[in-house]
């Protein structure tokens, strides 16, 4: 059925009009639905007009022996007709539900990847999950059940109300004199309960929230021996959730007993009244059954009507909290006015650019450079100076202030698209999903790649040997009941990823960071080959690293302190140099240590020392 419905449209508008639109394309079965709901509402009152038919005129009078088989047959159809309707409404509902919550769940999914990173960075993920899932679920069960729950309770309470004036129109006033009293007490009652519910489920959100971040950082908890502080802080967040969780028990233990109490009362009431009536000779005996019959089925199900009124505006609140998501705009991901056909040249001029997560905070302030085609910008700087943040310009992953140009054109002027497909991306943190080795290589490849095209990016980032020492090797599926990498090979396996994309900028944020330095000299050999013909920044610690680029940028709170090649940045005096000298100190002294040690052990073995990387990394920061 239609799915091409604009989501966004329909829920930016008040909630019963937003739930209206919503079930586009199944309006028509919603309506059968509640038509088959009302149709079996009144079979149900039939039958006790048949049955007062059947005991008044046909039981015990000889002449209507002949009837008997019609009667019979007049029950049974009754019977039928009315699980028929019942099991249509349900069908037809929940067809609707199923549907209606789908496209939902679909256009959210889609929705959600497509926002801003500033969006994301400002909402956290168990927040947009529990909005994506148990809201959602939340709008199923108001559309499937509780509407149509309501609709049974109100097409029985006037079916069965008319059906009564017409048995006995004094009679069915005083029966149902407490009606109002039970639906006011009724629909107070779920509103508190409706109260202390959401404090339950605060509590209970609370506790698998400490379960999970518990469970994802099982290894902090172990290194810092703080199980014992874990399980009191659980055993406090289980005991509050026990407490609203009891609270809640004894207000169901105080309602439905009450209220079967209070409807217990009316029906001995309207049933003496029949009775004594029927006693008289004012109704007769099949009146009297009938009214019992239909008199049930008013009283019972309308010490639901609270319950589902509550439940239901519960579940409008869910609608507001999905609607509010989905009234966030996308970044447009094809929206920009220049479109080149192939990849662009390269050719990227920052002037005096400004950038802010939060307004009043800027992170980049007054950068102006140039790169050439094909030449290697190295970002130096120590942490948080704002290498990462101006990388991320590049593919527009945030708004910026000032100018940037791609080959004299303003970044804004081209889709996002285009900038995300010609730039290689090796994020700061490595990112794998669950899936074989040899998908997350190919991971974003739009063009047919050969397995040899996978081999080579893979030896290019030194992490061949690695993967076919696995023992699926590419098909080795990674993470959970996988094989779990370690940091390294993980940074590996994302710039194979990159470097089989073959993307005409390539941005390398501190790519190389957990990998020992032999390593990275080998991966730095292999981009040599590679780099030529691409524009290249590189993010990282080690002099080492970025020596040989055509142009070196060191940052410090936001500005360019320092640029140049490596040669003429050592001559200025400055941060620079520092880092430099400093690093070259600890080179050395390490390299003395290690020729000390290998003496001592009289041995020629490999060492690698954990300390070495640790320096250089700190060296920068
Ligand atoms: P290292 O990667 O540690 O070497 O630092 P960096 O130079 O890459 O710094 P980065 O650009 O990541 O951060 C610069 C500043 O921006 C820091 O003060 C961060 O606190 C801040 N920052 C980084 N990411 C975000 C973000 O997503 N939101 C906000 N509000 N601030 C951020
Ligand atoms: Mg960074």
Redo the contacts with the bound molecule.
Sequence with gaps: MTTDLDLKTTLSTRRIVGLWRMITGYRAIYAGAFLCIGLAAVCQTVFYFLLRYFTDDVLGVEAMRGQLAWVAAGFIGLALAQGLFTFMGGRWATMTSENVIRRLRDYLYDHVQRLTFAYH?KTPTGDLIQRSTSDVETMRRFLGEESVGLGRILSLFVVNFVGLLTLNPRLALISIVVVPLIVAVSIYFFRMIGKRYEIFQEEEAKLSTTLQENLSGVRVVRAFARQDFERQKFEVTNRGRYDSGRKLLVLHAVYWPSTDIIVGIQLIIGYAVGATMAINGEITVGTFLAYMGMLTWIMWPIRNVGRLIVQMSMALVSFDRVAEIIRVDREPLDAGTHRPDGPPHGEIVFDDVRFA??EEMA?LNGITFRAEPGQVIALV?P???????LVNLLPRFYEYQGSIRLDGVELRDYPRRYLREQIGFVL?EPFLFSRTIKENIMYGVHREVTDEDVYRAAQAAAVHDVILSFPDGYDTVVGERGVTLSGGQKQRVTLARTLLKDPAILILD?ATSSVDTETEAAIREALQELIPGRTTFI?AHRVQTVMSADLILV?EKGRIVQSGTHAELLEQEGIYRRIYELQSQIEDELQQDLAAAHAAAGSNGHYRTPERQSADTAALD
């Design positions: 960075d997560y939060a992170v700087g942490t948080g100076s704002g290498k990462t943040s700061q501190d993010i940052l």
